[in-house]
């Protein structure tokens, strides 16, 4: 069994950063991919950044250049460093873990596990 714990959302003004922090409560972290996805209110949740067991990053088309995911397998710990935030970046942002199984990284399929989610709000 897995757990992961959010933290470092909250409210910000357009054009400036978060950093978002997963931290995972799991005997062996190194054999897993983490991920981050999102939801905003009414929409699908959606598939933001992967950080493969190997180190490998995986971004969304409409992150890409703005967000840097990174892993610490000492810490356990996964992060998301947003930049450039937009009002559209707003959203309930969640971390998952699942083993890595080789691809697929952008599909919730390949998570079994989530965490409770960490509110980002940004302002224009």
């Known amino acids: 069994q897995v757990q992961l714990v959010e933290s470092g959302g909250g409210l910000v003004q357009a054009e400036t950063s978060l950093r978002l922090s997963c931290a995972a409560s799991?005997?062996?972290?190194?054999?897993?991919?983490v991920g981050w996805f999102r939801q905003a209110p009414g929409k699908e949740r959606e598939f933001v950044a992967a950080?493969?067991?190997?180190?490998?990053?995986i971004y969304a088309d409409s992150v890409k250049g703005r967000f840097a995911i990174s892993r610490d397998n000492a810490k356990k710990s996964v992060y998301l460093q947003t930049n450039s935030l937009k009002p559209g970046d707003t959203a309930i942002y969640y971390c998952?873990?699942?083993?890595?199984?080789?691809?697929?990284?952008?599909?919730?399929?390949?998570?079994?596990?989530w965490g409770q989610g960490t509110q980002v709000t940004v302002s224009s």
């Open positions: 799991v005997r062996t972290f190194s054999g897993y991919v």
């Open positions: 998952a873990a699942g083993i890595d199984s080789g691809g697929n990284y952008d599909t919730r399929a390949q998570y079994n596990y």
């Open positions: 950080i493969t067991s190997y180190g490998a990053a």
